[in-house]
Nanobody, 125 residues
Framework: VQLQASGGGLVQAGGSLRLSCAAS????????MGWFRQAPGKEREFVAV????????YYPDSVKGRFTISRDNARYTVYLQMNTLKPEDTAVYYC???????????????????WGQGTLVTVSS
């Protein structure tokens, strides 16, 4: 599975961005899809996950209520809508494909089967 992320950029605090991640083909529908982020000097952090149908999602408290993950299985694309952005959201955001989806929960980086190339989000104060 090849993943191509896009949509990052510079935004002021309180603003919004939508990230997209396009997969290489219909095998996309066999994977749960997630987003992670990595700020400079920090470990990669789980941000969101969506099950195969898009009905099962999970977010950590740090983004819950501000970020929304969605997927379009016909377009092999997953999205991350980010609202009310904060400077601490600044990071490189990576989309991820997860083969073994066991429900709406936190996922670690070690559970990811495929990574996208990352897209930089910078939130200015």
């Amino acid at each position: 599975v090849q993943l191509q992320a896009s949509g990052g950029g510079l935004v002021q605090a309180g603003g919004s961005l939508r990230l997209s991640c396009a997969a290489s083909g219909p095998i996309f529908n066999a994977y749960a899809m997630g987003w992670f982020r990595q700020a400079p000097g920090k470990e990669r952090e789980f941000v969101a996950v969506s099950g195969w149908s898009g009905g099962s999602t999970y977010y950590p408290d740090s983004v819950k209520g501000r970020f929304t993950i969605s997927r379009d299985n016909a377009r092999y694309t997953v999205y991350l809508q980010m609202n009310t952005l904060k400077p601490e959201d600044t990071a490189v955001y990576y989309c991820a494909a997860i083969r073994k989806f066991s429900g709406s929960r936190y996922f670690s980086s070690s559970e990811v089967d495929y990574w996208g190339q990352g897209t930089l989000v910078t939130v200015s104060s």
